[in-house]
């Protein structure tokens, strides 16, 4: 009892000296189970995963960044002069509210508000939607609908696979404002990257 209780404490004392070390990051739920200290970073994909914000909110949720993300999306439209407006906005069950969905009610917006499986059309246990929330699962119910949500996964997976497997996933600055730069340059560098191959093609 005494061994294990002295790994209690080696144990506490390390996670008080990694929440002490970044003040800014988060509990955040791991995927393999477990907590994870770091931070949530959240991306905006378009076509062949070309970034169209990136940013590390405070809260270790994705419920809350919902409307962040769009506003920061579309701030870098405007920001950037692309033209026209964008299309169709995608995003998983864990993005799914009632206030997001009130907020940005005049966007053609679909969230999966049941498991990403059953919005495609697919097979899936969790077929049944929150009752505050059929308006968005009768919308995604429409062959449309679900065509259009298929396309999801196609276009974030990839961006955070590619950006995981060129740059890693660990940070090499804290604070806030530090760790919100360096993840610009990272987004950065990967918009660089997809440019110069576009380009590289055209000429080829």
Known sequence: ???????????????????????DSRLIPGKRGGYLQGYNIQIV????QFLLAIEAP?????????????????HNHQAAQLPGDIQLWLADSGYAS?????TLADLPLLVSVTSDADQAGFPAKRQQAPADQQDMAARLATP???AQYRQ???LVEPGFAQIFQRFGRHLNY???????????LLGTAHNLN???????GKHS
């Open 152 to 154: 999801r996964s196609a």
């Open 1 to 23: 009892m005494q061994v294990d209780a002295a790994h209690a404490r080696l144990g506490l004392d390390r996670l008080l000296v990694l929440l002490l070390s970044l003040p």
């Open 98 to 102: 009632v206030a997001a969905f009130e």
């Open 58 to 74: 405070d809260n270790p949720s994705d419920r809350t960044a919902l409307v962040p993300m769009v506003k920061k999306t579309q």
């Open 194 to 200: 997809k440019l110069i191959k576009h380009m590289a």
């Open 45 to 48: 994909c378009a076509r062949r």
């Open 174 to 184: 804290r604070g806030r404002q530090a760790v919100d730069t360096e993840i610009k």
């Open 144 to 146: 449309t609908g679900r």
